[in-house]
């Protein structure tokens, strides 16, 4: 079976199409092809769902896809795909009925889970299926979900909401509109603007940004702490696009961190790619109430 699957961010719209030969084993997951295009979410929701639409309708006419899988930045009900809330990083998304939209207008299966869950559900299965996982994914704010043992539905999956914790009162206004939220500092978006740097790289590479690469990795870690003092679990995955080139700072990072977390942590395995392998494994495998 031949999926389209789509990951929604607040900077870009990766998609992909996901063969499926044993839809019960992630390891049977397979791209046939991975791309992105910008979201453009600053022009507002017409334009992204525009975008979106696009990019779905792009790889069902040139592939024959069969289903619609979709992970989307924003808290989303697992039962009915529909997006109950966003920030402004997707401006109009708030209230946004995501899966009957797209179900509606391309006639096929279709499912719409949060990017983070998505990502949580493709690296639990696909690493440590018997496993408690936290991941956390730093892109272009700061995602996270658990995922516990068990039949994949509601009640196995958590979206946990870490980057909107406060990790400094009074601190940068976040897009939630609350100030100090953890993703303000932890994420993509944070390092660049600290190093006002657009290559993230350099944070790593250049001595003249060690403040920044100090405070990243001290808020890290605190967001890290949380994690394992909240939820107890036997992993803690960083994923996101910072991963790709985690061979520049996960040592660093690790060795400033305390026994249990060092014991817990492991850098993603499926990296960027999380997002749509977790959604396709989701559409095939989850039980929904209404998707």
């Known amino acids: 079976m031949k999926i389209a699957c789509i990951d929604v961010g ?28 910008p979201t453009e979410a600053a022009k507002g929701f017409e334009k992204i769902r525009a975008n979106i639409h696009a990019s779905i309708a792009s790889l069902v006419q040139k592939h024959g896809c069969e289903r619609i899988a979709v992970s989307t930045a924003g808290t989303v009900d697992w039962d009915s795909g529909k997006v109950t809330y966003a920030t402004d ?13 797209v179900r509606d207008t391309f006639s096929l299966p ?40 068990g039949i994949l539905d509601k009640g196995c999956v958590e979206d946990l909401h870490l980057g909107h ?12 509109g609350k100030r100090g939220c953890a993703e303000q500092y932890v994420s993509a978006s944070a390092l660049k603007r600290d190093s006002g740097q657009n290559d993230i790289t350099r944070v790593f590479t250049d001595a003249k940004f060690a403040k920044a690469k100090a405070d990243f ?19 803690v995955v960083i994923g996101g696009g910072v991963v790709e080139i985690k061979k520049l700072w996960w040592n660093d990072f690790v060795a400033q961190c305390g026994e249990r977390a060092q014991k817990a942590l492991r850098p993603a395995k499926l990296a960027n790619k999380a997002g749509v392998l977790g959604a396709a494994y989701s559409a095939m495998c989850g039980k929904f109430g209404n998707q």
Request: with cysteine; aromatic share 10%; net charge negative.
């Open 10 to 37: 607040g900077t870009t719209i990766k998609s992909a199409v996901v063969n499926v030969e044993n839809p019960k084993d992630i390891n049977g997951y397979s791209l046939g092809t991975f791309s992105f295009v």
């Open 89 to 101: 990083a997707l401006p109009g998304f708030t209230g946004y009925d995501f899966c009957r939209d």
């Open 110 to 149: 279709s499912t719409v889970i949060n990017d983070a869950t998505a990502a949580a559900v493709a690296e639990h299965y696909y690493g440590n299926p018997e496993g408690r996982d936290v991941v956390l994914t730093l892109g272009t704010g700061l995602g996270s979900a658990l995922v516990k043992p």
């Open 165 to 176: 914790i406060i990790l400094h009162e009074d601190g940068f206004l976040c897009k939630c």
């Open 217 to 235: 990795f001290d808020n890290m870690r605190r967001v890290v702490e949380v994690a394992i003092d909240k939820y107890a679990p036997d992993d």
